[in-house]
């Protein structure tokens, strides 16, 4: 099923121009990239009341329409509505840094090592982790299981892995709470943005059709594995995104599968950020703070709403 047009409360991250005709609107609770409509009225008054909410810090509710990728409505919400949303969505505490990042000179011989080059505070916080890839991939194999198009998921909501222009942030947490509470071991996230002059995420979604998708930020849970190469013992950074790939990857391969510039010339991934399981969704365009979502509300919700949507026209 194509995606139909969604109403979300949402919170601008940033509003950039693209080039002499295209600006770009760019949501926290969305990775999607969107434009506005055609018609020149409705371009201005949407631009306004989204250069206020921006400016303001306060939530809208916008009219969505996803393949195009086009903003269609923008809604003000009431104090009441406001407070709420911001009850639900309370920030992460102590958020870990962001890393700028050139993905070119990337060495996976060493970037992936956890304790000699990924050294984040947010490891401190657990350590249960992966005792081997075998149990790696087993875990990878049971969230890819949990797809909505499979008809195989034993947990409720599916997980939409089969629908991969928005929704990453519900997949990951939703998978989070598999791997820490089916399995016991820790789960950070990483995220990927794309925050830096015209700087996209291009992915080409060979699993789902081979189209293009485009982000401005994605994220995914991310496993420390150990593992035994000859005499050396290394703990390993893996990333858990069946939404793109059939196996656990290297934090870097993850990386560098969103510079695909046949799909966007402009595909770069200008930083990263590993966070705390926790962590839900960027809460600026910076990738400085994180909004959580501890109930779930969030996820589960957007999991429904996604669960029988097809990435490619």
Known sequence: MRAKRETAVLTVAAIRRRDSRVTEY??????QIFTMPAARKARVQLSTQLTRA?????????????LPGVIRRIEPLSPDQTAEFERERPPLEKPDRIVRLNVAAIDPA????????LKFPTFKLCTKIVPNYKTAKKIFDFCAKQSCHLGTATVTPCIPFQYVRDGC??????????????????CEKVFSFANQGNDTLAVRADKWGGCCVTWWYHVTPLLRVRFKIGPFKLVLALAIDPGMFDKPVLLSSWLMAQENTACAANGHV????????????????????????PAY????????????LTTCP
């Open 110 to 117: 060493t970037f992936n090592v956890v304790d000699r080059y």
């Open 297 to 308: 509300t969030a996820t589960n919700a957007t999991l429904i709403a996604y669960k029988n």
């Open 270 to 293: 200008s930083a990263y950020s590993i966070q705390p399981g926790s962590a839900y969704a960027p809460a600026n365009y910076q990738g400085t703070a994180f909004s959580t979502d």
């Open 169 to 186: 942030y519900a997949r990951a947490h939703k998978m989070r709470k598999i791997i820490t509470e089916r399995y016991g071991y820790c």
């Open 26 to 31: 760019l949501f926290n609770e969305r990775q």
């Open 54 to 66: 921006l400016r303001q810090g306060t939530p809208v509710r916008a009219v969505l329409d996803p």
